[in-house]
Nanobody
Framework: QVQLVESGGGLVQPGGSLRLSCAAS????????IGWFRRAPGKERERVSC????????YYADSVKGRFSISRDNAKNTVYLQMNSLNPEDTAVYLC?????????????????WGQGTQVTVSS
């Protein structure tokens, strides 16, 4: 059974940083496409970042490009999302998702495995 568990969320002031973690069991992250998504109240689920299983290539939404960075620690079977220069518009529940097939360029519905999410709140 595949299980994804996010951690690292919390309350941070504007301009601050957080690092989110997505730990997996039942699935090897270095052979999976891993996406980070976020869900804010009243908004569509947004794909924030993705890392490809095939060559480790990465994708970022325009809204986070230059501020967020996705990485993978194969030994820990964990994917991270480093978030810098946070602003109130980044406030959301952040979820990681995994797929054993090529999924980074596809809609969020193509990802079969999801974590429960971790809340990120950016506020002074």
């Amino acid at each position: 059974q595949v299980q994804l568990v996010e951690s690292g969320g919390g309350l941070v002031q504007p301009g601050g940083s957080l690092r989110l973690s997505c730990a997996a069991s039942g699935l090897t992250l270095d052979s999976s496409d891993i996406g980070w998504f976020r869900r804010a109240p009243g908004k569509e689920r947004e794909r924030v970042s993705c890392i490809s299983r095939s060559d480790g290539s990465t994708y970022y939404a325009d809204s986070v490009k230059g501020r967020f960075s996705i990485s993978r620690d194969n030994a820990k079977n964990t994917v991270y999302l480093q978030m810098n220069s946070l602003n109130p518009e980044d406030t959301a529940v952040y979820l990681c998702a995994a797929s054993r097939s090529k999924t980074c360029g596809r809609d969020w519905r193509a990802f079969p495995y999801w974590g429960q999410g971790t809340q990120v709140t950016v506020s002074s």
